[in-house]
């Protein structure tokens, strides 16, 4: 079988980013998938469009095309339609059998209607965010006219699909309310347990004897809203100075994020804020700390997300601490791996907090529930086998 797997983000387990299409794709391979990938990179002005190479068996082009965190939001428009052409272009020159693009954004869509439309080759479509609602959500979109465009352009994208993989039940349940469907496949995010088990040394970060250390390693963006840490931080420090935050990342909201933790007084006294480390870097990070985390802004519509924060922190054998509700907090608590913060910070959670994180008995049991459904429902093995499931049945159709 020779799939086309088109994601404008591929990265490869010594960059910064989530990994979930390089561990599937790699994996694909080992099951006997010839596999091609469609994906960019931001090099400079000067460099070649394409870039061709092979990694674990996996074909790989790269279409020179730069995004940022840092980014405006026009700016990004402009990356993901620059994409979107290169892309359709680019997948034309491709034998395939079939086609496998994952958002977001939504204009990855585009690529898969083109080989579908033109190469009458049938694709699979990943949902990793629910866009265009989450965007529309914040207030990027609000021209009504353009919500209509955007809303038929995801209505196309799923009529077309011969399968729909949202990566929640969220997801799944908010794409159903609007286009109601039998051909959608919930497949989380991935638990990459064995890339967690080498807890070896390798950035110079320590945790000191005696302190709590709950670990947040992502993106610091408007959609994350890490200024919650740093006021959870000013309150807990009045109670439990023991109790530590450690950021580790980048994004456009950094510097601010920084000034609010100095203009609070907390900085480089319970919160700690590092540079980015690459993903072969997390497990040691997360083997110092006492929880991991992962947090958004108070908004319904970004609970349905499925953060590589949470698979990490469950890989990792720590409990998952979160400030929504949706499925996640939905599974903390039914299967105690974690605890559930409230939306908005005050007095009375941060001490709830504070005992929460010196309960070292309910941690230990955490640790080890989060790492039993680690394994159990959100491994690459199950995440794979589903996906050769759904390959081989709609090429099995085809034929």
């Not at 990265?11 to 390089?22: F, N, Q, V």
């Not at 990694?55 to 790269?62: A, M, N, S």
């Not at 939306?343 to 529930?369: G, I, R, T, W």
């Amino acid at each position: 079988m020779k799939l086309l797997y088109i994601a404008q983000y591929f990265s490869l387990p010594e960059d910064s980013s989530g990994t979930r299409a390089y561990d599937l794709a790699s994996s694909f391979v080992k099951k006997g998938v010839d596999v091609t990938v469609i994906t960019s990179y931001g090099g400079k002005q000067d460099e070649p469009q394409w870039k061709f190479f092979e990694r674990d068996g996996i074909k790989i082009h790269r279409m020179n095309c730069p995004y940022s965190n840092y980014m405006g939001f026009m700016e990004r428009m402009k990356t993901f339609v620059r994409f979107m052409r290169g892309a359709s272009k680019k997948a034309q020159t491709i034998d395939c059998d079939i086609v496998l693009a994952t958002s977001t954004p939504l204009s990855i869509g585009y690529p898969a209607l083109v080989m579908h439309r033109k190469k009458h080759k049938p694709y699979v479509f990943e949902v990793r965010d629910v866009w265009p609602g989450v965007p529309i959500a914040m207030g990027y979109f609000k021209n009504k006219l353009a919500q209509k465009v955007l809303y038929g352009f995801e209505k196309r994208i799923y009529k077309k699909a011969s399968a729909i993989v949202p990566l929640s039940t969220g997801m799944d349940e908010n794409i159903k309310r609007r286009y109601p469907n039998n051909k959608s496949v919930v497949i989380p995010n991935i638990s990459e347990i064995n890339r967690f088990a080498d807890t070896t040394k390798t950035v110079d970060i320590t945790a000191p004897e005696g302190k709590k250390v709950m670990l947040y390693a992502g993106t610091f963006g408007n959609v994350n809203g890490l200024g919650y840490i740093i006021e959870m931080a000013g309150h807990t420090l009045k109670y439990d100075p023991n109790i530590w935050y450690y950021l580790v990342g980048g994004g456009k909201e950094k510097a601010e994020i920084i000034k609010h933790a100095e203009a609070l007084g907390v900085l480089n006294k319970n919160v700690f804020v590092f540079d980015p480390v690459k993903k072969t870097d997390l497990p040691y990070l997360y083997s110092i700390v006492t929880v991991g985390s992962s947090f958004v802004i108070d908004l319904p519509a970004l609970w349905d997300n499925s953060a590589n924060k949470f698979f990490d922190t469950l890989a990792a054998h720590r409990p998952m601490v979160i400030n929504h509700e949706g499925w996640q907090a939905d599974t903390i608590r039914k299967y105690n791996c974690g605890y559930v913060l409230p939306p908005s910070v005050s007095d009375d959670a941060a001490k709830f907090f504070v005992d929460y994180m010196n309960k070292d008995a309910l941690l230990k049991v955490q640790s080890e529930n989060a790492f039993k459904i680690a394994k159990e429902q959100f491994s690459l093995e199950v995440a794979v086998d589903k996906y050769i499931g759904i390959f081989n049945k709609i090429v099995d159709h085809k034929k």
